[in-house]
Structure formats: C-alpha cells, structure tokens
C-alpha cells in the first residue's frame, strides 16, 4: 500500500512570546493544513532566556513538547547593543496573568543554533512550499537569509508580524497614550517587532526577491481582530457557549477545560495592560496568530482549499478589488533611547503602493476575521483531545 502524500503546509515559527505568540503556537501547531517544522526564539517580549522558556512551556500546556523542537535564536538586534525587555504589556515573565503555564516537560534542542536548525528545515522541504513566520523581532529571519540566501528562491513565502502605517491604512484604531494619538505601539511612530530591530526589517524589505514573497501583518490589521468579550467566551467554553456548562462559573473566571482557562487568564491580563497604556477597552488585539493563519491563502484550486482564510489585499468595500503590492521602508536612523526619549522615528514604517502587477511585499488591510475566531478555537478543541489522550505523557 503506497503512503498518502502530505500535502500540509510546512511553517518554521520564529517567536517570542508573549501572550499572543501564546495562540500563534497553538494555532501552528494544531491546524490540520500546517505541519510546523519547529520553533525558533528570540528576544522581544521578554529576555530570550524567558521566551525560550515560555515557548517550551507553552507545547507542553498543549502535548506538543515533544514532538515541535525549539532552537534558541538571537538574543539582540543584528547591529544593536541588547534592548531592556519592557514588561508595561506582557509582565516580567513575558506571560504573566495566570498560574497555570506548566514546567516544561521538555527544554530547548541546543545542539545547533536557531539559523541552521531553520535552515536544515526550510531544505527538507521541496522547493516552492515552505513558510517562515515571525513573530518577534525580525532578527532571526533576517539573518537566515542574509547567511543562507539561496532559501529565498527556496521558500514560499514569508510572514512577518511588524510595523504600522496609519493614514487610514485600515479604520483600525491604533490607540492613544498620554493623550497623543499614535501610529506605532512602542513609539508614537513604530512597532515594537521593527523597533526592536530595524536594520533587520530593512534587510528583509531591501530585498526586492525576498519581499515579493513577504506578507506583512501591521498593527493597521490587528487592531481589527480584538478579543472581546464574545470572543473570550468562545474560547473558554467552546461553541456551545456557557449555558451549555452551568457546572461551571458563569462568571468567565474558568473554562470547560484548564487548557482554555488558561488562555482566557492570559488574554484578561493582556485586556487590562492595553486598556491602561492604550486606552483600547474592548478586547486586546490578538497579533500574531494573523501571521500564521496568512499562510492559508492562496488555497483555492488546491487540495487544501477547504482551509483558507481570506485576507484582502485591497480596502474592504472598494470597487476595484486589485492585487496590492508595495514598496516598505524603515527609517533606521537614531538609537532605542533617541526613539523613546527624543521623539526619533526610528522604526517608523512607510509603505508606498507598487504599480499594478509589480512585485512587492503584501499587506493586507482586512480578513474573514468570523471565520479565523472559529479556526483558533477549533485548534483549541484539537489541544484539549490531545491533553486528554495524555500525549505528551504518552511520548515520554
């Protein structure tokens, strides 16, 4: 009997979580069109000694700390001396708000470094169909190409979550502090991901090849995608909903599952630190699990079409519905103390449109956001019959 073809999408996740790289794991890691080839981290969100952490706890809330390796990458920017963590949003750990993240069952494969694991990966696969995703700091992916740049033909594309254009970009709000409205989420100009490392973004955007195989995720979109209310009860109870649970709180302090709890316990802290520094009190925005789910594009014609989630490449509601591509720069000019003290634009994102059927990096400006609220809890129900098989104990 001859084996079935795998036709799943391989992704390599490079990471630093944080909260919402929490979901973008999960969403990875159980969603039947991906295969994740492994995890990569990164400073960011916290130090790379705590996301490396985080990332080997977070598999092994869902049983996937043995079977996805995780590879420690660069613990500062390409050309930067070391960035202080900030911990206004995501704690000191990285992933505070709830008590209920494991010990990991299993640490980090350090037998070779984040680039060459990537790279081993990324060639295993046939060409034309692998994905890299970022999700922190763009360090890692830039120097995977900058070392290995024969992956660029070789991959399919690139997803990064990072930077922020404003002007209307989308009808997004992005948020005020101290009164200023403001474009970026670290600055009053730029995005945390492409602040923390801006002449990575710059290499990866400069390269005309690489970033017309780049889609970008800025905050224009994710500001779109927030985690309300109705969406945090999705997650703590499934789709049925809580009367279909009254055993449990009806309060939301605890789901039908320790898996979903826990998730909820780190969306309601992750709630209240953006509704204080910037002052959006609806939901937190969930970043970078977007960056995951715009690998399942393009699908259509193909065997894994049922799974597609559409992203737009055009501003929802507009007459023309026409391929968007564009030319992103990054200034890159001031230090971290001149873009958070003196009001620099380092950081600072600008894209300008392409001509129609130039090649350029894609950013969508809207998505089927029902439908990718209904994907990510499907992962989650996959998770909570995986912890209930007891597969990680089963591995062992």
């Not at 890692?140 to 740049?149: G, I």
């Amino acid at each position: 009997m001859g084996s079935s073809v795998d036709n799943r999408i391989p992704v390599w996740l490079d990471c630093d979580p944080g909260h919402d790289d929490t979901f973008a794991i999960l969403l990875a890691a159980y969603h039947p069109a991906i295969r994740i080839l492994g995890i990569s981290t990164v400073f960011g969100n916290a130090s790379l000694e705590k996301t490396t952490r985080n990332a080997c706890s977070i598999l092994t809330s869902i049983s996937r700390s043995h079977s996805i390796p995780v590879y420690i990458g660069a613990s500062h920017a390409l050309h930067r001396p070391h960035l202080h963590a900030p911990t206004d949003i995501h704690g000191e750990s990285g992933l505070d708000g709830t008590n209920l993240l494991p010990t990991p069952l299993v640490g980090p494969n350090t037998s070779v470094d984040a680039v060459t694991a990537m790279s081993t990966a990324l060639r295993s696969c046939a060409p034309g169909t692998a994905w890299v995703v970022a999700t922190g700091s763009f360090t890692n992916a830039a120097q995977l190409f900058l070392s290995h740049p024969d992956l660029v033909s070789h991959i399919k594309g690139l997803s990064l979550m990072g930077g922020a254009f404003g002007t209307g970009f989308t009808p997004a709000i992005l948020g005020t502090v101290d009164g200023v409205p403001r474009v970026g989420n670290w600055t009053q100009f730029a995005e945390f991901n492409v602040l923390a490392d801006p002449e990575a973004a710059h290499a990866i955007f400069s390269n005309k090849e690489l970033a017309g195989k780049t889609t970008l995720i800025p905050l224009d979109l994710t500001h779109m995608v927030l985690t309300t209310e109705q969406v945090r009860d999705l997650i703590l109870y499934g789709p049925e909903g809580k009367e279909a649970h009254p055993e449990l709180p009806q309060d939301g302090s605890k789901g039908k599952t320790t898996l979903r709890t826990m998730l909820v316990e780190l969306l309601m802290f992750f709630a209240k630190t953006y509704a204080d520094v910037f002052g959006i009190t609806e939901g937190p925005p969930l970043h970078d699990p977007l960056a995951v789910a715009a690998v399942l594009t393009g699908l259509v014609g193909t065997p894994l079409e049922e799974y597609q989630i559409p992203f737009w490449d055009f501003s929802p509601g507009t007459v023309e519905k026409h391929r968007e591509r564009f030319e992103v720069t990054v200034v890159t000019e001031g230090s971290y103390e001149d873009a958070r003290v003196n009001g620099a634009k380092t950081g600072m994102t600008v894209a300008k449109p392409l001509p129609e059927g130039e090649e350029g990096v894609r950013i969508p400006r809207g998505l089927d956001i029902p439908l990718f609220w209904k994907v990510l809890e499907e992962c989650v129900s996959r998770a909570d019959e995986a912890n209930a098989r007891g597969d990680d104990v089963l591995a062992n």
